[in-house]
T-cell receptor
Framework: AAGVIQSPRHLIKEKRETATLKCYPIPRHDTVYWYQQGPGQDPQFLISFYEKMQSDKGSIPDRFSAQQFSDYHSELNMSSLELGDSALYFC????????????FGPGTRLTVL | SQQGEEDPQALSIQEGENATMNCSYKTSINNLQWYRQNSGRGLVHLILIRSNEREKHSGRLRVTLDTSKKSSSLLITASRAADTASYFCATVLYSGGGADGLTFGKGTHLIIQP
């Protein structure tokens, strides 16, 4: 079965650079979520989109922005990167917007040097 | 502050034994979910229990929910080496909207000794 696809899987950036992470949800899923997981930490919700509109917002820094496109894929744009942004970034998708099961991608490991 | 807090933080048991993990949360919820994460990998959904349910089973998993105590437990019976992973509870707050993000607990790192 098709799963959530994230690219790139690994990314190394310098401080103050920008990064773009991409997420391709499971076909027919209309909702996308982004999470950040620091080393040894639990995942933290950043933002979600339903039908290309921002739906819920968590602890997403102002330096980050995201959008969902007409083909339902989503991109997380991160600017002015800081060392503390080094983390695993997960995308998840779901079929409903009723708080049901979320299917997670393998994650993008971002390292900021 | 975290919506969900889990205990124990780490648990090591022998293969074949049962493992129990607990989770507490602070606000009213719509549902509570349990996820498993193998080291550095994505999270895998295990089971969802709604706020009006008290117990749910799925294979070797048993989940309970006590909304009066704002707590849940996950029992894995007849543990296997492949069950070694971190286990997180995650809550969805009750809201009238949709696409609500999950609020995760700190997680329990489970090690199954062969």
């Amino acid at each position: 079965a098709a799963g959530v696809i994230q690219s790139p899987r690994h990314l190394i950036k310098e401080k103050r650079e920008t990064a773009t992470l991409k997420c391709y949800p499971i076909p027919r899923h209309d909702t996308v979520y982004w999470y950040q997981q620091g080393p040894g930490q639990d995942p933290q919700f950043l933002i979600s989109f339903y039908e290309k509109m921002q739906s819920d917002k968590g602890s997403i820094p102002d330096r980050f922005s995201a959008q969902q496109f007409s083909d339902y894929h989503s991109e997380l744009n991160m600017s002015s990167l800081e060392l503390g942004d080094s983390a695993l970034y997960f995308c998840a998708s779901s079929l409903t917007t009723a708080g049901e099961e979320q299917f997670f991608g393998p994650g993008t490991r971002l390292t900021v040097l | 502050s975290q919506q969900g807090e889990e205990d124990p933080q780490a648990l090591s048991i022998q293969e074949g034994e049962n493992a129990t993990m607990n989770c507490s949360y602070k606000t009213s919820i719509n549902n509570l979910q349990w996820y498993r994460q193998n080291s550095g990998r994505g999270l895998v959904h295990l089971i969802l229990i709604r706020s009006n349910e008290r117990e749910k089973h799925s294979g070797r998993l048993r989940v309970t929910l006590d909304t009066s105590k704002k707590s849940s437990s996950l029992l894995i019976t007849a543990s296997r080496a492949a069950d070694t992973a971190s286990y997180f509870c995650a809550t969805v707050l009750y809201s009238g909207g949709g696409a609500d993000g999950l609020t995760f607990g700190k997680g329990t790192h489970l090690i199954i000794q062969p």
